[in-house]
């Protein structure tokens, strides 16, 4: 493949900011002033560290804050490319018509990017995965890694897994009821193709998570809205659409905290939900997408670690515990038949995950590393919660509400007065801030509210935001 794009950049030893972040900033100028346009292919990361003389996990580390920002994209077996879909840019003096040669950290404020809850890449535990990786990769044979393996994963990761999510998360599953996806949306999507037929229907809260949504309908589901109160999901209102009704297949769920409002489900809720599950045959598919980033005593267990609940989907992902570029997720269900639909799909749509990196990352969980990370990171997170709390109170408390959430990657803001958010999100952008839409969020009806992530921003752009939030939420409302 031709790469004609050629990175100019020289290390500053007297700068404070870390290389990674020099080259992706640097990057991110080349993208701004146009030198560099959606599509365009850049070097590897390996051809990075040869071009620029510097260890190539350093490489990988300013590849994951780009992707992490959105101004690449990485295509498996393809490579690394500028994002067709960039941030919003607004025209930097010298990117046309201005000769003058731009100070590439002129560039660096650019728009600060509230993704749905990212974690922090700068923390993840790059090092110990890429030394495990090479490892596991020169200590298998070739014919080994050229075979095919388990459709549902390799064996011992699977096992490992099943150990995890029954010491931590109080489950009783063995590793022939787990199937190791690409991801917790293939895991969604996989689950909704065997479980889920045309005509049938599924309850999902709103506020919700739009992505699984997509999932059931592309099977052919009806979606069944439910409303989400500061308990969780409404379970008068589930009884009611259950009356008579024989079409609703399952129940979508974010019980731990809910997506988007960060709301636990109470576990008087839980164990109604439980019931009605056993009593109409329904399926609850947990997502359970930020267990491990909890910051009181311990996580709330997951509903399908109920020994009465008899027809579940659980899933999870390990993108936010090792890293953010990492793709493998993962499903748990009791329902034989119904794993077993999964893995004839999965043979034909990937015939088998990443042996290699399933075992890296196995690797670094029998050794203790992702232990040590999640325990460092919640730390590391629990601060910066603290902090945004702290701006959220000198700044937003007059005219919003929020709660202190007791884990997760976001808070969830509540306007005392109903916005027009297109004006809101518009004006946010001209100031170079974005978050998401809520519309994204909401089925039908704009829900007044926003979901407002910390964990991939420093508290520069913390604090920065928020002062900016703060004036169009006040202006808006005044």
């Given at each position: 493949m031709i790469r004609p794009w050629k990175l100019e950049f020289e290390i500053d030893k007297k700068l404070e900011k870390a290389v990674y972040l020099q080259i992706a900033d640097t990057?991110?100028?080349?993208?701004?002033?146009?030198?560099?346009?959606?599509?365009?292919?850049?070097?590897?990361?390996?051809?990075?560290?040869?071009?620029?003389?510097?260890?190539?996990?350093?490489?990988?580390?300013?590849?994951?804050?780009?992707?992490?920002?959105?101004?690449?994209?990485?295509?498996?077996?393809?490579?690394?490319?500028?994002?067709?879909?960039?941030?919003?840019?607004?025209?930097?003096?010298?990117?046309?018509?201005?000769?003058?040669?731009?100070?590439?950290?002129?560039?660096?404020?650019?728009?600060?990017?509230?993704?749905?809850?990212?974690?922090?890449?700068?923390?993840?535990?790059?090092?110990?995965?890429?030394?495990?990786?090479?490892?596991?990769?020169?200590?298998?044979?070739?014919?080994?890694?050229?075979?095919?393996?388990?459709?549902?994963?390799?064996?011992?990761?699977?096992?490992?897994?099943?150990?995890?999510?029954?010491?931590?998360?109080?489950?009783?599953?063995?590793?022939?009821?787990?199937?190791?996806?690409?991801?917790?949306?293939?895991?969604?999507?996989?689950?909704?193709?065997?479980?889920?037929?045309?005509?049938?229907?599924?309850?999902?809260?709103?506020?919700?998570?739009?992505?699984?949504?997509?999932?059931?309908?592309?099977?052919?589901?009806?979606?069944?809205?439910?409303?989400?109160?500061?308990?969780?999901?409404?379970?008068?209102?589930?009884?009611?659409?259950?009356?008579?009704?024989?079409?609703?297949?399952?129940?979508?769920?974010?019980?731990?905290?809910q997506y988007p409002t960060t709301v636990t489900l109470s576990l008087a809720r839980r164990l109604e939900l439980i019931e009605l599950s056993n009593k109409h045959g329904i399926t609850i598919i947990e997502d359970d997408y930020d267990n491990e980033f909890h910051f009181g005593y311990r996580p709330i267990l997951p509903l399908s670690s109920f020994?009465?609940?008899?027809?579940?989907?659980?899933?999870?992902?390990?993108?936010?515990?090792?890293?953010?570029?990492?793709?493998?997720?993962?499903?748990?269900?009791?329902?034989?038949?119904?794993?077993?639909?999964i893995g004839d799909l999965r043979k034909i749509i990937d015939v088998q995950g990443d042996m290699i990196m399933e075992q890296a990352v196995m690797q670094l969980i029998k050794e203790g590393a992702v232990k040590r990370h999640i325990k460092k990171a919640t730390v590391h997170y629990k601060n910066k919660r603290d902090f945004v709390h702290g701006l959220l109170e000198k700044h937003i408390r007059n005219i919003a509400n929020f709660t202190l959430p007791e884990g997760g990657l976001a808070f969830w803001i509540v306007p005392k007065k109903n916005l027009s958010w297109d004006a809101v999100t518009s004006s946010l952008l001209e100031k170079n801030i974005n978050i998401i839409h809520p519309k994204q969020y909401s089925h039908n009806q704009i829900i007044n509210g926003f979901r407002l992530s910390y964990g991939s921003l420093s508290e520069e752009q913390l604090e920065e935001s928020i002062k900016k939030i703060s004036e169009v939420l006040k202006h808006q409302i005044n």
């Amino acid at each position: 493949m031709i790469r004609p794009w050629k990175l100019e950049f020289e290390i500053d030893k007297k700068l404070e900011k870390a290389v990674y972040l020099q080259i992706a900033d640097t990057i991110i100028a080349d993208i701004r002033s146009g030198r560099l346009k959606a599509g365009d292919a850049l070097p590897g990361s390996r051809n990075l560290a040869l071009m620029l003389k510097i260890n190539r996990n350093t490489a990988v580390e300013a590849y994951q804050v780009l992707i992490n920002e959105e101004w690449v994209i990485s295509k498996e077996r393809k490579g690394i490319f500028v994002s067709d879909n960039l941030p919003v840019l607004k025209e930097m003096p010298g990117s046309r018509n201005d000769e003058n040669e731009q100070d590439p950290s002129a560039f660096t404020n650019t728009v600060i990017n509230f993704d749905d809850g990212h974690p922090d890449s700068k923390i993840a535990p790059v090092t110990e995965l890429a030394r495990a990786y090479r490892q596991i990769f020169n200590r298998k044979a070739k014919w080994q890694m050229m075979g095919y393996g388990n459709a549902h994963g390799d064996t011992e990761f699977r096992k490992t897994i099943s150990q995890m999510l029954n010491h931590q998360r109080g489950m009783h599953i063995s590793e022939n009821e787990i199937s190791i996806t690409r991801g917790s949306q293939m895991a969604m999507f996989l689950t909704a193709q065997c479980l889920l037929k045309t005509g049938g229907q599924v309850i999902v809260e709103n506020p919700g998570y739009k992505p699984a949504w997509k999932a059931f309908e592309y099977a052919g589901a009806e979606l069944l809205p439910v409303s989400v109160d500061d308990e969780g999901i409404k379970i008068e209102d589930i009884k009611l659409l259950l009356t008579g009704n024989k079409n609703i297949k399952a129940i979508y769920i974010t019980p731990h905290r809910q997506y988007p409002t960060t709301v636990t489900l109470s576990l008087a809720r839980r164990l109604e939900l439980i019931e009605l599950s056993n009593k109409h045959g329904i399926t609850i598919i947990e997502d359970d997408y930020d267990n491990e980033f909890h910051f009181g005593y311990r996580p709330i267990l997951p509903l399908s670690s109920f020994a009465e609940l008899t027809n579940y989907v659980y899933v999870g992902t390990l993108s936010k515990v090792v890293a953010p570029a990492l793709r493998i997720g993962y499903l748990a269900s009791k329902n034989a038949d119904l794993l077993k639909k999964i893995g004839d799909l999965r043979k034909i749509i990937d015939v088998q995950g990443d042996m290699i990196m399933e075992q890296a990352v196995m690797q670094l969980i029998k050794e203790g590393a992702v232990k040590r990370h999640i325990k460092k990171a919640t730390v590391h997170y629990k601060n910066k919660r603290d902090f945004v709390h702290g701006l959220l109170e000198k700044h937003i408390r007059n005219i919003a509400n929020f709660t202190l959430p007791e884990g997760g990657l976001a808070f969830w803001i509540v306007p005392k007065k109903n916005l027009s958010w297109d004006a809101v999100t518009s004006s946010l952008l001209e100031k170079n801030i974005n978050i998401i839409h809520p519309k994204q969020y909401s089925h039908n009806q704009i829900i007044n509210g926003f979901r407002l992530s910390y964990g991939s921003l420093s508290e520069e752009q913390l604090e920065e935001s928020i002062k900016k939030i703060s004036e169009v939420l006040k202006h808006q409302i005044n």
